[in-house]
Structures are given as structure tokens and as C-alpha cells.
């Protein structure tokens, strides 16, 4: 590989960080891929897998081979792995657009070693930008192990704020349907519940990695991942609890518009059997005297279409007696 390509392929950014002198020092895309592998500190190297050439810039970095199929995979379901003292796998994240931020599931790749940290996308994510604001800020961490730890925090504040959206969203539906003029709501809260049920899922594969990682023994995992692990189990475990909670929140609610419907269904077959039953015995009658055969009653008489009206009513009213007999009206 030439090392002294003024490009680098993929770049998104790349930091020097050097905690004891209190700097982080963003690299530029033209700068020798030889010299941003020196300093002092540890690098953060942030790629976009847009690019067909990442993996080939990926090999020159000394990564084991797992790691580097991890960081170009296109994998779609939480991973932590441990390599050769290296860990790798893949975070859950939320994209974002140019000018606003969305609800759909994103993936980072990620590989920590001693004195890097290389992360991968395919879109821009949230908590990789946050965590990239931070530090410009002030570098707060002292280890790449530690950037990793701020991915995973950032991505915990964004399923806060996004509870807390979607709590406020289910309470307007909520109002909706046990309001005075109760609506069907399953539009609005079927997508509100997808959400819900994405976000919980992916969130217990995270939380029961991060159990592993930590409940391992501390000389099989890498310097500090064994507390960092405990540390994101504990934060993750609270917004478990907020985010199972809204799941079931949806899903009584959800329970409760099907049963509205029910009755209201119910409601109207009464209705419609009731008339049914009113209908039944003038049926009858007027199916009796359509017939086209000789000797019908009141055929001669000159008040024989009156007579087979009172027929018809004096059957509503027989129809009407026998319901209220039964405890039917």
C-alpha cells in the first residue's frame, strides 16, 4: 500500500487525541496516511463504506482479519467480539439526514485497539456526531476504549429523547381514544408501536452483550472494556425499563381500540338482528299472500289490502311482545 497517498479513501474524519496535553487535533484528508498513524495520544479514524476503497485502506492498519470483516461488513445485528486483545463488532445508531434527524436504525461498525479506534458507517448516525462535538469540546477521553463508551452513552440520551417523543405522541392518542368522541387510533399507534418494538428489541441484544462482556473474567477481556461494560450495562438497563414499559403501554391501548371496535360491532349486529326479527313475520305474510294460487284469503274481499296490512302490524307487535318476553328488549 502506498502510505504517502495525499488521499485517504473514505475519510469522514480522523482525530489525534492526546489527553495529557489536552488536545484533540482534527487531520486533514491530505495529510500522509504514515504520519497519522504517529503521535502522541490515540487516533479515532471515522470512515464511510461508500467508498469501494476503505477495505484496502483497512489492511495497512495491522487489524486481525475479523476485525477488518467486521468493519466492511453489512451486518444488521448488534455484535461484541473479542480478537487478539482487539475489540470489535457492531453498534446500533440512529440515522440522520443533512438538515434533521430520523427514526430509522442505523449501524456502526466499530474496531478498539491500544492506541486506535476505527469506526465505519454506510449513513450518517447520531451519537457518532455527538461524540465528535464532545471532543472538539475537550478531549475527555484517555483511551480509545473510552470513545466507545461515549458512542454507546450518546446512543442511550438519544433513546431517552426518543422515549420521551413517543410518550408524549402515545398520550395524545391516548386522549384521543378515551375521549367523549372515541376515534380508531390503530393507524397512528401501529407505526408508534413498530418503533417501539425495534427499539426494544435491538436494545436487549446490546444489553445482554455488554452483560456478557462484563460477567467475563477480567483477564479475557482488554484493559478497562471489563468496566466500561458494567458501566453502559447499567445505563442501558434503565432505558430497558422505560422502553419496555412504553411497549406495553402500546400494546394495552392497542387492546383497548379492538375492543371498543368489538363492541362497537357487536352494537351493530344487535341492532341489525333486531331488525331482522321485526322484519321476519311481514316477510312472511307478504311471501304468503304474493303467491299466485287460488282461494288466498281476502283475494275477493274489497278491504283485503288493509286486512293484510293489520296482519303485518299485528306481526311486528307479536315480533315485539315475544323479544320483551325473552329479556331480548
Not at 484517555?142 to 417523543?165: G, S
Request: proline letters at 4%.
Amino acid at each position: 500500500m502506498n502510505l504517502i497517498s495525499p488521499e485517504i479513501p473514505g475519510l469522514v474524519w480522523a482525530y489525534r487525541v492526546d489527553p495529557d496535553g489536552g488536545t484533540c487535533r482534527r487531520l486533514a484528508a491530505d495529510e500522509p496516511r504514515s504520519a497519522m498513524l504517529e503521535g502522541n495520544g490515540f487516533l479515532w479514524l471515522h470512515l464511510g463504506l461508500s467508498d469501494a476503497r476503505v477495505p484496502m485502506l483497512l489492511q495497512g492498519l495491522g487489524l486481525p482479519e475479523e476485525a477488518l470483516q467486521t468493519l466492511t461488513s453489512s451486518d444488521t445485528q448488534a455484535a461484541i467480539n473479542l480478537t487478539s486483545d482487539i475489540v470489535h463488532g457492531t453498534l446500533v445508531d440512529f440515522e440522520r439526514t443533512f438538515d434533521a434527524m430520523t427514526n430509522d436504525i442505523g449501524w456502526l461498525h466499530f474496531a478498539v485497539t491500544e492506541n486506535i479506534i476505527v469506526t465505519t458507517r454506510l449513513h450518517p448516525l447520531r451519537s457518532v456526531d455527538r461524540v465528535k462535538a464532545a471532543l472538539e469540546k475537550g478531549p475527555k477521553c484517555r483511551r480509545p476504549i473510552d470513545v466507545f463508551e461515549m458512542l454507546v452513552i450518546e446512543f442511550q440520551r438519544t433513546l431517552i429523547a426518543l422515549v420521551l417523543d413517543l410518550t408524549h405522541e402515545l398520550n395524545g392518542i391516548e386522549d384521543a381514544v378515551y375521549g367523549d368522541h372515541a376515534r380508531d387510533e390503530r393507524r397512528q399507534l401501529a407505526p408508534l408501536r413498530r418503533t417501539v418494538v425495534r427499539i426494544h428489541r435491538h436494545l436487549r441484544t446490546t444489553l445482554a452483550l455488554l452483560r456478557r462482556v462484563g460477567s467475563a473474567e477480567e483477564d479475557e477481556v482488554p484493559e478497562g472494556l471489563h468496566d466500561v461494560a458494567e458501566r453502559l450495562a447499567g445505563r442501558l438497563e434503565t432505558v430497558d425499563r422505560d422502553v419496555f414499559a412504553l411497549q406495553e403501554r402500546a400494546r394495552l391501548l392497542h387492546e383497548e381500540i379492538d375492543s371498543r371496535i368489538s363492541s362497537e360491532t357487536n352494537r351493530h349486529l344487535y341492532v341489525l338482528s333486531l331488525m331482522t326479527a321485526f322484519l321476519l313475520p311481514p316477510t312472511l305474510i307478504t311471501g304468503f299472500f304474493g303467491m299466485n294460487t287460488g282461494a288466498l284469503p281476502f283475494a275477493e274481499s274489497a278491504h283485503g289490502t288493509a286486512l293484510a296490512f293489520t296482519l303485518i302490524l299485528l306481526s311486528v307487535g307479536v315480533a315485539w311482545w315475544v323479544l320483551r318476553r325473552a329479556g331480548i328488549l
